[in-house]
Nanobody, 128 residues
């Protein structure tokens, strides 16, 4: 059974930084894996923030490009999202997601329907 557990969220002021971590269990990092970060603000749809595939290719939402970085070390676990220059518009619940299916990452961030496994989320409130 795949489990994804996020951590690292918390209150931060605008301009600050946070580092989110996602630890996976029961998941196999085979040659076609893909993982990502999504977020959902109150009253809004869940949107893709950043994705990474088995070859290290990445994609970012236009709104976070240049400020957020998705990464994994050689062990692939945990999945990291480094968030810099945070803005109140970044306030949301942040979710880690994974899939065992091949995903062709396109510019503009990962797509929700392509991911199978989801964490419970970690809250990121950014104050002005």
């Amino acid at each position: 059974q795949v489990q994804l557990v996020e951590s690292g969220g918390g209150s931060v002021q605008a301009g600050g930084s946070l580092r989110l971590s996602c630890v996976a269990s029961g998941y196999t990092w085979h040659s076609d894996f893909c993982m990502g970060w999504f977020r959902q603000a109150p009253g809004k749809e869940r949107e893709g923030v950043a994705g990474i595939d088995a070859n290290g290719r990445t994609t970012y939402a236009d709104s976070v490009k240049g400020r957020f970085t998705i990464s994994q070390d050689s062990t692939k676990n945990p999945l990291i999202l480094q968030m810099n220059s945070l803005d109140p518009e970044d306030t949301a619940m942040y979710y880690c997601a994974a899939t065992r299916d091949y995903v062709y990452l396109v510019p503009g961030g990962p797509k929700r329907h392509e991911f199978t496994y989801w964490g419970q989320g970690t809250q990121v409130p950014v104050s002005p």
